[in-house]
């Protein structure tokens, strides 16, 4: 079973294109930086914390990260890895590993995605709702337990 689920940041915006032909499909490429759980000492006192892993999504997937996806965003995405090699204009092969998206969704909240990425994206100033809670959980006000129909 080829089966990947990962979770991490945009290290940048997806880079679109659409296919050649009559039916074009969208074809979006990005990168995750994924944290790992134990940090490695690499010999010299830096330590890699994260992979850069190469994401690639395709048709109604590459459209939704086309739109709601930007650099810094964190995401959790389903897929399966792919791999592949090709000649380099030096000639050269070069070899591929790449994760094909089956599923992707946002990790974190609209507002909580907005503090971490340092406000790159602006959206309209909205009235807070009950669901602003911070915790992802709704604001229940007190003594609603009377009005509720059942015991």
């Known amino acids: 079973m ?14 679109v294109r659409y296919s050649q032909g009559e039916n074009a499909t969208a074809v979006a490429r990005y990168t995750l930086a994924v944290d790992r759980r134990f940090s490695r000492n690499n010999g010299n006192g830096d330590q890699q914390t994260a ?9 109604r997937s590459g459209e939704f990260a ?7 965003i964190k995401v959790v995405v389903t897929g399966r890895i792919q791999t592949g090699s090709y000649t380099n204009r030096d000639g050269q092969k070069v070899y591929t590993t790449d994760v094909v998206v089956e599923d992707q969704e946002f990790a974190e909240s609209k507002s909580v995605s907005q503090q971490n990425s340092g406000g790159g994206y602006s959206a309209p100033a909205e009235r807070p709702s009950p669901m602003d809670a911070g915790d992802g959980f709704m604001n229940i006000p007190d003594g609603i337990d009377e009005e509720l129909p059942f015991n």
Do not use: S, W
């Open 2 to 15: 080829n089966k990947v689920i990962l979770m991490g940041r945009l290290t940048r915006d997806p880079e």
């Open 51 to 59: 992979d850069f892993i190469q994401c690639v999504a395709f048709g």
């Open 66 to 72: 086309e739109k709601y996806f930007h650099k810094g």
